[in-house]
């Protein structure tokens, strides 16, 4: 039960990031075509291709995060005997943990803060730009809260295994 939910997370999220850069190339290169070939650009791709931006780029934190490959200073870490690299390691994801709940609170109130502007070009609520901000810090919570229970470890080698 478990693993089926975690994977089923894991490949919403990664298709749902996937779709994002497709729809991104393709209007990008409408803009190139629109703007060379007839001399128009549309006025909506510009803040379009943002929003999509920033929700990849959060997004991405947490897939980052999930497969252990965000951005990190080993130096430090790696010089200290065995235990205490173990011991960095839970406190650095218990920090990542209450990160992940900041985001989610405070990234929820300012989309719902947002509610009443609008994103210019596009005409849909700026709470939409910001809305990715509590989704990433559910996912980090979610993906660090099983990986503290041993989840991950199994349902990634599961997935390495089926593709």
Known sequence: MNNKFLLTIRRITEGFVLLMIVVMTVII????LSRFG???TPTWIQP???LLMVWIGFIGIAIGIQDNSHIKINL???KMPGKVQVVLNYIQRLLAILFGFFMLIEGSKF???MMNSQISGLGVPSAI???VVPIAGLLVI???????????VGILEE????E
Request: charged share 10%.
């Open 76 to 78: 430090f870490v790696s």
């Open 29 to 32: 290169s409408y803009q190139v």
């Open 48 to 50: 379009l291709s943002l």
């Open 111 to 113: 989309s719902f803060s």
């Open 38 to 40: 007839l001399n128009y």
């Open 142 to 152: 979610v993906y660090l809260v099983f990986e503290f229970f041993g989840k991950w």
């Open 129 to 131: 730009l910001y809305g």
């Open 159 to 162: 997935s390495e295994v089926e």
